[in-house]
């Protein structure tokens, strides 16, 4: 042992004073030393707050390269005492210290002490040769290490070494061990937590101060004690040095909002440093929100949720969570707000602001009534959510009650799904790649899917009143382009922002009332697998999705009670800590009353109406002024024939407000009048009860109805046929006079 150890210190000294009298410049420095340090990409909140540091592609976390001034002298001094007291006065091989190393180990009779330089362990970490490490290895870094000291500076090599020595726990460089174990910047370290630093490159493993801080606490000693031998600590230094507790704080790369981050990770990075827009103090209180609400809704079969925050005046997102927990085994990774999903009736604002582009204003009447369209896939026969029609309505009730006859009806009458697919594509919905044949009337109530991101932009278009900006994660000047019109777009969000018109589905007092203006929308899709909520005020816009990732269906969970809360929160937190306000009318529109049940305006002229509301108008569409013509003795407003069936039925809620004069005039045999012979159904799974529910209607009171081949229910007072594919003839019979009607369907799968 004793010879070999002779052998080997020998050979040792013969190549250091190869290195130092032979030809250095025959042996390059490694490439690796040569070209630029990978560093980590870092994404920080708009304020500056860490939110995650990648990997480099070399599997290390690289916070940046520091330079010898950013370095401080403690941190160097205390790697000096480390590694090479004598840095400053040998020529990259210490001969000295190889000398002194080969005669303690040939006393010890084994290896006790090293001699690398600074110089030398740089040439090893960059070189990463393979393979053992011997004499002829070490005598080419020796050779290295020594035209590495005639070719850098002192100060060159050090800074180096220190950026590029591994710390341990994927850590390259001082910078990146300094926020890996205390969160700190280079210049907040104290000595004791230099000298700490210095201690862990000898062994990364070993001294690992997270698996144990006394493995580590005794080289950190050493260290210290050897600073104030040097004179580079006094005595009072060290004794707080000495006395100074660890305080350990793992930051490995941070992992803040990792749905955003992962978002502009997937593109190219512009620079190591990328600044987003996110707020980090709202994106946690967004991530705290969903944590809580959805603990309320676990037993009803609700996992997950995703929210956007807009500001409004920019197009950056202040907040983005894709789900419960980006580390949740329940699909934590799927990110929710990019995921398309069906939104329900969350796009049915769009169809309006189509209508009054075309003329149409908040208080103009759609009817509420059975409709059977035909499309290319058979006919189509859009239900309400409460499978009830509601005859007469404005179009600022249908709107905020979101029905979906009227929806579709409004759509036909606006350029139907074409003219609103055209217009989505241009508020920036990417994922509808289909032609308007394919989606035909219910693009309205959301049978195509889209991204919450996307669609909350489109909405943050209405806050800012028609001006379209993109949406973006990183911080740009960009004035945005007008698409829509401003009058239109405010008559839109007064809708929104109206209490009173949703009052109807949603109550006076549901969650969607805040204390403050914010125009909102609600979106279900059907059989309960998406909850939506979205809206605004004019300075932010707010979008939640809710549901679960693996399509399962919510129970009875609306957009009202899933993603609602959410919503309200958030904009609760919003107004807290930003503040909100709303918009001023914008110039020209008048306000009128009129009466909801005719859509015609009351004037001082006007007979007296049992009801009444004011609503906006834009400049010469006001309604014709109400006459004695529109009212009978009672004032009761008198409703066109084809309310006739509506009035005399179970769905009429305006009770004896109207009347349909035709009705009483003349005497109709009755009929059935939903559906149609021969309608045909394709059973949709996104339709409720998995698309096998039909609504059968007689212009008749208490038909009893049968069907040899389908089940019929009773729902809440209403037959319902539980549909399955095939042809099935259905009959009506009115008990009291024995008169029968027949009608039939046919029924296709999916």
């Given at each position: 042992?004793?010879?070999?150890?002779?052998?080997?210190?020998?050979?040792?000294?013969?190549?250091?004073?190869?290195?130092?009298?032979?030809?250095?410049?025959?042996?390059?420095?490694?490439?690796?030393?040569?070209?630029?340090?990978?560093?980590?990409?870092?994404?920080?909140?708009?304020?500056?707050?860490?939110?995650?540091?990648?990997?480099?592609?070399?599997?290390?976390?690289v916070?940046?390269?520091?330079?010898?001034?950013?370095i401080?002298?403690?941190?160097?001094?205390?790697?000096?005492?480390?590694?090479?007291?004598?840095?400053?006065?040998?020529?990259?091989?210490?001969?000295?210290?190889?000398?002194?190393?080969?005669?303690?180990?040939?006393?010890?009779?084994?290896?006790?002490?090293?001699?690398?330089?600074?110089?030398?362990?740089?040439?090893?970490?960059?070189?990463?040769?393979p393979?053992?490490?011997?004499?002829?290895?070490?005598?080419?870094?020796?050779?290295?290490?020594?035209?590495?000291?005639?070719?850098?500076?002192?100060?060159?090599?050090?800074?180096?070494?220190?950026n590029?020595?591994s710390?341990?726990?994927?850590?390259?460089?001082?910078?990146?061990?300094?926020?890996?174990?205390?969160?700190?910047?280079?210049?907040?370290?104290?000595?004791?937590?230099?000298?700490?630093?210095?201690?862990?490159?000898?062994?990364p493993?070993?001294?690992?101060?997270?698996?144990?801080?006394?493995?580590?606490?005794?080289?950190?000693?050493?260290?210290?004690?050897?600073?104030?031998?040097?004179?580079?600590?006094?005595?009072?230094?060290?004794?707080?040095?000495?006395?100074?507790?660890?305080?350990?704080?793992?930051?490995?790369?941070?992992?803040?909002?990792?749905?955003?981050?992962?978002?502009?990770a997937?593109?190219?990075?512009?620079?190591?440093?990328?600044?987003?827009?996110?707020?980090?103090?709202?994106?946690?209180?967004?991530?705290?929100?969903?944590?809580?609400?959805?603990?309320?809704?676990?037993?009803?079969?609700?996992?997950?949720?995703?929210?956007?925050?807009?500001?409004?005046?920019?197009?950056?997102?202040?907040?983005?969570a894709?789900?419960?927990?980006f580390?949740?085994?329940?699909?934590?990774?799927?990110?929710?707000?990019?995921?398309?999903?069906?939104?329900?009736?969350?796009?049915?604002?769009?169809?309006?602001?189509?209508?009054?582009?075309?003329?149409?204003?908040?208080?103009?009447?759609?009817?509420?009534?059975?409709?059977?369209?035909?499309?290319?896939?058979?006919?189509?026969?859009?239900?309400?959510?409460?499978?009830?029609?509601?005859?007469?309505?404005?179009?600022?009730?249908?709107?905020?009650?979101?029905?979906?006859?009227?929806?579709?009806?409004?759509?036909?009458?606006?350029?139907?799904?074409?003219?609103?697919?055209?217009?989505?594509?241009?508020?920036?919905?990417?994922?509808?790649?289909?032609?308007?044949?394919?989606?035909?009337?219910?693009?309205?109530?959301?049978?195509?899917?889209?991204?919450?991101?996307?669609l909350?932009?489109?909405?943050?278009?209405?806050?800012?009143?028609?001006?379209?900006?993109?949406?973006?994660?990183?911080?740009?000047?960009?004035?945005?382009?007008?698409?829509?019109?401003?009058?239109?777009?405010?008559?839109?969000?007064?809708?929104?922002?109206?209490?009173?018109?949703?009052?109807?589905?949603?109550?006076?007092?549901?969650?969607?009332?805040?204390?403050?203006?914010?125009?909102?929308?609600?979106?279900?899709?059907?059989?309960?697998?998406?909850?939506?909520?979205?809206?605004?005020?004019?300075?932010?816009?707010?979008?939640?999705?809710?549901?679960?990732?693996?399509?399962?269906?919510?129970?009875?969970?609306?957009?009202?009670?899933?993603?609602?809360?959410?919503?309200?929160?958030?904009?609760?937190?919003?107004?807290?800590?930003?503040?909100?306000?709303?918009?001023?009318?914008?110039?020209?529109?008048?306000?009128?009353?009129?009466?909801?049940?005719?859509?015609?305006?009351?004037?001082?002229?006007?007979?007296?109406?049992?009801?009444?509301?004011?609503?906006?108008?834009?400049p010469?569409?006001?309604?014709?002024?109400?006459?004695?013509?529109?009212y009978?003795?009672?004032?009761?407003?008198?409703?066109?024939?084809?309310?006739?069936?509506?009035?005399?039925?179970?769905?009429?809620w305006?009770?004896?407000?109207?009347?349909?004069?035709?009705?009483k005039?003349?005497?109709?045999?009755?009929?059935?009048t939903?559906?149609?012979?021969?309608?045909?159904?394709?059973?949709?799974?996104?339709?409720?009860?998995?698309?096998?529910?039909?609504?059968?209607?007689?212009?008749?009171?208490?038909?009893?109805?049968?069907?040899?081949?389908?089940?019929?229910?009773?729902?809440?007072?209403?037959?319902?046929?539980?549909?399955?594919?095939?042809?099935?003839?259905?009959?009506?019979?009115?008990p009291?006079?024995?008169?029968?009607?027949?009608?039939?369907?046919?029924?296709?799968?999916?």
């Open positions: 042992m004793r010879r070999r150890l002779t052998v080997f210190s020998a050979a040792l000294l013969a190549g250091a004073l190869a290195a130092w009298f032979g030809a250095p410049w025959l042996a390059p420095l490694p490439p690796a030393l040569l070209a630029a340090q990978s560093v980590s990409t870092r994404f920080l909140a708009a304020d500056g707050t860490p939110l995650r540091m990648l990997l480099t592609e070399e599997g290390q976390r916070a940046g390269t520091a330079s010898y001034a950013d401080p002298e403690h941190l160097r001094n205390a790697v000096l005492a480390a590694e090479d007291k004598r840095f400053f006065q040998h020529g990259g091989v210490d001969l000295l210290a190889i000398a002194r190393s080969a005669w303690d180990n040939l006393r010890a009779g084994r290896v006790v002490s090293g001699a690398s330089t600074l110089h030398q362990q740089l040439i090893k970490i960059t070189a990463a040769r393979g053992p490490r011997t004499l002829g290895v070490k005598l080419v870094e020796a050779l290295q290490a020594r035209r590495l000291a005639m070719t850098w500076s002192k100060e060159e090599v050090l800074a180096a070494w220190l590029r020595v710390y341990g726990n994927l850590l390259t460089g001082c910078e990146s061990a300094a926020l890996g174990y205390f969160d700190k910047p280079l210049p907040d370290l104290s000595p004791a937590e230099c000298a700490l630093l210095a201690a862990i490159p000898q062994s493993a070993r001294l690992n101060p997270f698996r144990g801080i006394e493995r580590a606490r005794p080289r950190q000693t050493r260290i210290l004690e050897k600073m104030r031998a040097l004179g580079w600590l006094d005595a009072g230094q060290l004794q707080t040095a000495l006395a100074e507790p660890v305080r350990l704080r793992r930051f490995n790369g941070g992992f803040e909002a990792p749905h955003a981050v992962q978002m502009l997937g593109g190219t990075a512009p620079d190591p440093v990328v600044l987003t827009t996110l707020d980090a103090a709202l994106q946690r209180a967004v991530e705290r929100v969903i944590t809580e609400r959805l603990s309320g809704l676990r037993e009803r079969q609700v996992t997950q949720a995703a929210v956007v925050v807009i500001e409004n005046a920019t197009g950056h997102i202040l907040a983005l894709g789900s419960r927990d580390s949740a085994p329940d699909g934590g990774q799927i990110n929710g707000a990019w995921t398309p999903r069906s939104p329900g009736s969350a796009v049915k604002p769009f169809t309006y602001l189509l209508a009054f582009e075309r003329g149409a204003a908040p208080a103009s009447i759609v009817a509420d009534l059975p409709v059977e369209y035909s499309t290319g896939s058979g006919s189509y026969l859009p239900e309400n959510y409460t499978l009830k029609h509601y005859g007469p309505m404005t179009y600022r009730a249908a709107l905020g009650n979101s029905l979906n006859v009227s929806a579709v009806k409004v759509l036909q009458s606006a350029g139907g799904p074409g003219a609103l697919l055209r217009r989505l594509r241009q508020l920036g919905l990417t994922t509808l790649t289909e032609s308007a044949e394919h989606y035909g009337p219910g693009l309205t109530i959301g049978n195509a899917p889209v991204r919450l991101v996307e909350a932009n489109a909405y943050a278009c209405l806050a800012r009143l028609g001006i379209h900006k993109p949406w973006s994660l990183l911080p740009r000047e960009n004035e945005g382009a007008r698409l829509l019109d401003g009058t239109f777009c405010y008559l839109i969000a007064d809708i929104l922002a109206d209490n009173s018109a949703r009052a109807l589905t949603f109550g006076q007092n549901s969650v969607l009332r805040l204390p403050f203006p914010a125009a909102v929308k609600t979106g279900t899709s059907s059989t309960y697998r998406d909850n939506w909520t979205l809206g605004f005020t004019r300075e932010f816009t707010v979008g939640v999705w809710a549901g679960n990732f693996d399509n399962r269906p919510m129970q009875d969970v609306s957009g009202v009670t899933g993603a609602a809360p959410i919503w309200r929160d958030v904009m609760l937190e919003l107004q807290r800590r930003r503040g909100v306000s709303w918009h001023e009318p914008p110039p020209g529109l008048v306000k009128a009353v009129i009466d909801p049940r005719t859509g015609r305006r009351l004037t001082p002229q006007s007979p007296p109406a049992r009801v009444s509301r004011e609503d906006w108008f834009p010469q569409r006001l309604p014709p002024p109400a006459g004695a013509e529109d009978d003795a009672q004032g009761r407003a008198i409703l066109p024939g084809i309310y006739a069936d509506w009035v005399a039925g179970a769905d009429n305006m009770g004896d407000l109207v009347v349909c004069e035709t009705a005039k003349e005497k109709r045999p009755w009929q059935i939903s559906p149609a012979p021969g309608t045909v159904i394709h059973l949709d799974p996104d339709l409720p009860g998995s698309g096998a529910r039909l609504l059968l209607q007689a212009n008749q009171q208490g038909v009893r109805w049968d069907c040899g081949t389908l089940e019929i229910v009773d729902d809440a007072g209403r037959p319902v046929a539980l549909l399955k594919p095939g042809r099935h003839t259905l009959r009506a019979e009115d009291a006079t024995g008169e029968t009607r027949r009608t039939f369907v046919i029924v296709h799968p999916e």
